[in-house]
């Protein structure tokens, strides 16, 4: 015990160091907890939050990390909205249940630019509390990832949502274990969003492949369906890294009103899948007045040209 927490404590000063070379506020480097709290951190009993589905919490070993780092990776920009949504929702959860409730997105700007800027009214009526939502923009990669880092040792913040798109060079594994370092000594949920970007090493705790599936019928008040609507959003993830043998998948459906994830229902194939036509109406006949395509042509014959 007294060896980890030697260690604990060159790390900080290490990072103080660096922060002074690089030039940065050394107050916003993470301060030294007390031993108990870095121990308890680094221990068993780390903070978990159960999402409500029985196999995924058993996946997850209890639940998503509190003190811990999640990724969650898109592989094209049209899934983008499949990713925030999810990252989302699981922000919902952590701010109902942490003390408290501020939350903190940041994004480079390559995300800002394709895949938009959180709406406040749609951020609402998804579940989570406006007020308490903090939108931050750098101008470089660089200055989020020192953002990110400076806002997961704030008390204030009950999370920290960080946007990137792709792989690119400035961040990788390296950078990833500092946020991961700085989670857990700090106590508080990193939620990495990474859009079209493609599987790689991370110190992440658990990474998700999100996509989007497939909405159910909206179900009404007596229980009826209401015929020709769209549900809740639902999400066909993947959990890539964890410590399951193999990859597993789960088609999560999102209720924004009770806040809460549950298991989506299979869905019927689409009439717009395989071979099938759009409208499943009586095919147009063929024309009654003339050939249904163009005669085909005769032969040529090239004439010298008279000037």
């Known amino acids: 015990m007294a060896k980890h927490a030697t260690a604990q404590e060159r790390l900080f000063a290490l990072r103080e160091t660096i922060a002074k070379l690089e030039g940065k506020t050394p107050t916003l480097v993470a301060e030294e907890q007390p031993q108990g709290e870095r121990m308890a951190a680094t221990g068993k009993d780390s903070r978990r939050i159960a999402l409500g589905v029985d196999e995924l919490d058993a996946a997850l070993e209890g639940g998503l990390p509190l003190d811990g780092m999640t990724e969650i990776r898109t592989c094209a ?30 994004s480079d700007r390559f995300s800002n630019v394709e895949a938009g800027r959180p709406y406040p009214i749609g951020l609402a009526q998804y579940g989570l509390q406006v007020r308490h939502f ?31 798109r792709g792989n690119p060079s400035a961040f990788g594994l390296s950078e990833s274990r500092r946020l991961s370092l700085r989670a857990k000594a700090a ?17 992440a705790v ?11 019928e909206r179900v009404l008040p007596n229980g009826t369906m209401l015929g020709g609507s769209i549900g ?19 088609l999560l459906e999102w209720n924004s009103r009770d806040r809460q994830f549950c298991l989506a229902r299979q869905t019927e194939p689409s009439r717009l899948s395989g071979d099938a036509t759009a409208h499943s109406g009586t095919r147009l006949p063929a024309s009654a007045d003339g050939p249904d395509c163009a005669a085909a042509l005769g032969r040529l014959m090239a004439f010298d040209r008279a000037s």
Not at 187 to 203: K, M
Not at 206 to 216: D, L, T
Not at 243 to 248: G, Q
């Open 77 to 106: 920009m049209r899934n983008s909205g499949a990713g925030s949504g999810f990252v989302l929702a699981l922000a919902a959860l952590i701010q109902r249940q942490a003390k408290a409730s501020a939350l903190l997105w940041i």
């Open 134 to 164: 903090l939108h931050a923009l750098p101008r470089k990669l660089e200055d989020a990832l020192w953002l990110a880092e400076a806002a997961a040792a704030s008390d204030a913040l009950a999370a920290t949502i960080l946007e990137i």
């Open 187 to 203: 106590r508080r949920p990193i939620l990495l969003l990474r859009h079209a970007s493609e599987e790689e090493a991370s110190s």
């Open 206 to 216: 658990f990474r998700f492949h999100a996509e989007p599936g497939p909405a159910a």
């Open 232 to 250: 809740s959003p639902v999400f066909r993830l993947t959990l890539e890294k964890s410590r399951n043998p193999a990859p597993l998948s789960f």
